[in-house]
């Protein structure tokens, strides 16, 4: 049964209230007791429990954790975990409020919000779950015939021997937006010059095993199962297409956030201090793998999860690395802020491949959908810095630099898009 959103909500003015009292008390290392953080009355969330969706990937882990590690109850609130088959399932299921919550893809929030690959429906992004961690893996076969990079790949497709198939695992969500990214880098058209497909992330080994596809783009653990059960390589990981960029988010209708404002932040909370603690150590990341690995959460052999989780990296070769920027769930809150041109920048991709069929005030759908006033307030209470700029500057292994200044113009300037 859907949740009804028919409590009372609170005014703006006694939210931001209780809002600056709470930081005014982190901020003066002021602990609050367990369970008792919310006694005020005024800030106490609205909801006693909610249902955050996840699908089975390594970076559900800080929702998961938020719950196993009980920082969900220090705020007032308990996480009910729920594991889903799909990302459609995701969608349809926040959409018609079977979930209070999601660990979703960020282009995923803002395609529902503006009505593309799925119904419109006001959605809000109240955090950044991660950052980096995700890879493009080709099968065997297309090391057999050269095909090893972005590079040889392109050669290989230029012959036309035969139709090459790839897979992402949501229409606008971020794998389909880091693999077009690439193959457009390496100019292979995603559209016109080989064909793609979507699948489920705990089904890419399974399909590639069988020939489905002769690669993807996804979420670990996926790409270091298919090296360990010797199917596939990591062409190039996501981390090296763009540095700290951003990937899963806590998502939830616009309805939720403005019924259950209290609720949204203390999920926030929750969820801050479990990001915390799994980067605080190589120790606490380690348990997190052996936690999420079990068949509850992603249903994984521990070691597949834990060797990336920890940074350490093979391609499937022959060569090994330890990966600094390998996946970050808090890196002193900076994966956790909802920069407004992380937003905006699916948006031009949504745009460069017809997926938006025009411009749109980039901005403006960007605050609307990006909680930041939300978030600050939850990052106060944790203690977690936020920074001076809801905007950030990255330069792309293409040398192309996205900082959200002209996002029209950005969108348009790619010499492969769609017509």
């Not at 559209?191 to 979420?219: L, T």
């Not at 059960?229 to 939830?252: N, R, S, Y």
């Not at 190589?282 to 521990?302: F, G, I, L, Q």
């Not at 350490?312 to 022959?318: D, K, S």
Request: hydrophobic fraction near 40%; aromatic fraction near 10%.
């Amino acid at each position: 049964m859907s949740e009804r959103f028919d409590d009372k909500n609170l005014s703006r003015r006694g939210f931001l209230k209780a809002g600056a009292t709470l930081g005014g008390m982190a901020a003066m290392g002021t602990m609050l007791p367990s369970a008792g953080a919310w006694a005020a009355g005024s800030d106490k969330p609205e909801l006693e429990e909610v249902r955050i969706g996840f699908i089975p990937l390594t970076d559900c882990s800080s929702v998961v954790m938020a719950s196993v590690m009980g920082f969900d109850k220090k705020y007032g609130i308990k996480i009910t975990p729920s594991k889903e088959a799909s990302w459609a399932g995701v969608r349809d299921k926040l959409a018609n409020g079977e979930l209070h919550a999601a660990h979703v893809l960020y282009g995923l929030v803002y395609g529902l919000h503006l009505g593309i690959g799925g119904p419109k429906k006001d959605m809000a992004v109240l955090m950044t779950l991660n950052n980096n961690g995700q890879a493009i893996t080709l099968s065997n076969a297309l090391k057999d015939k050269g095909a090893v990079d972005g590079a040889s790949l392109s050669k290989l497709v230029a012959k036309k021997e035969k139709e090459y198939t790839f897979a992402q695992t949501f229409p606008t969500g971020t794998h389909a937006m880091w693999l077009y990214y690439w193959l457009a880098a390496h100019d292979i058209d995603p559209f016109k010059d080989v064909k793609n497909i979507v699948v489920p992330p705990p089904q890419m080994v399974a399909n590639m095993r069988v020939g489905n596809m002769d690669g993807y783009c996804v979420g670990e653990p996926w790409n270091q199962r298919a090296i360990v059960d010797k199917i596939g390589f990591t062409a190039m990981t996501t981390q090296d297409i763009w540095t700290d960029h951003p990937e899963k988010v806590l998502g939830a209708t616009a309805e939720f956030a403005a019924k259950y404002p209290n609720t949204a932040r203390a999920m926030i909370c929750a969820i801050l201090e479990a990001s915390k603690w799994i980067d605080a150590s190589a120790a606490n990341r380690s348990k997190t793998a052996e936690t999420v690995a079990a068949k509850s959460y992603v249903n994984t052999d521990v070691d597949v999860i834990r060797s990336r989780m920890i940074g350490q990296y093979e391609n499937g070769l022959g060569k090994s690395w330890s990966d600094k920027n390998y996946m970050k769930f808090y890196n002193d809150g900076l994966v956790n802020f909802p920069y407004l041109s992380d937003g905006m920048w699916f948006l031009t991709q949504h745009r460069r491949w017809g997926l938006l069929k025009q411009d749109v005030d980039y901005l403006a759908v960007a605050k609307a959908i990006n909680k930041t006033e939300l978030y600050k307030q939850a990052a106060s209470i944790v203690g977690t810095p936020v920074p001076k700029s809801d905007f950030r500057s990255s330069k792309f292994f293409d040398g192309v630099v996205w900082d959200g200044k002209d996002p029209k113009k950005y969108a348009a300037s790619f010499k492969i898009k769609a017509a």
